[in-house]
């Protein structure tokens, strides 16, 4: 299934790194940036996430949440945040379900494993509809972040 600009985001509710429950209606009347990750303490993801962090002033001035989501575990996801200072909620699909509605999932991915969310950056607007939607094949490329902003910019 792909998701594509104009559709209705779907609904999802997972957990974050304190267990707590984060549902995408937690953050109606709100932008979301919605980034999907492979998997934690990797290079280019802890760099992505970084990158993110140092720029959550621009993204507070343009009216948007971040949310990342990865299928690691909680406790795994507990620590990336820590260790790297991320100021945003990391959520866990480790059922693969959300991964799987937005059509972010690697059937095969490096090293055998299977059900890995794809590198994938989706901008879902205060109505909860996708105005931007970006699913990377290779892992080791980044979404588009100026592009993102751009859209950012036209709906805030």
């Given at each position: ?57 621009v993204y ?97």
């Amino acid at each position: 299934m792909n998701i594509q600009v104009g559709d209705k985001a779907p609904h999802f509710s997972l957990r974050n790194t304190k267990t707590e429950p984060v549902s995408l209606s937690d953050f109606e009347g709100q932008n979301v940036l919605l980034l999907f990750f492979p998997l934690a303490f990797t290079g280019v993801c802890t760099d992505e996430l970084c990158t993110t962090n140092d720029n959550l002033k621009v993204y507070e001035k343009l009216n948007t949440q971040i949310l990342a989501i990865s299928v690691d575990s909680l406790f795994t996801l507990e620590k990336f945040k820590a260790e790297n200072n991320l100021n945003f909620p990391l959520l866990s699909d480790f059922n693969k379900d959300v991964s799987r509605a937005y059509g972010a999932l690697y059937a095969n991915f490096v090293l055998d494993m299977n059900g890995v969310s794809k590198r994938s950056a989706f901008v879902i607007d205060k109505e909860g509809v996708i105005k931007y939607a970006e699913v990377l094949e290779s892992a080791g490329d980044l979404p588009n972040f100026s592009e993102i902003k751009a859209v950012l910019e036209q709906i805030s």
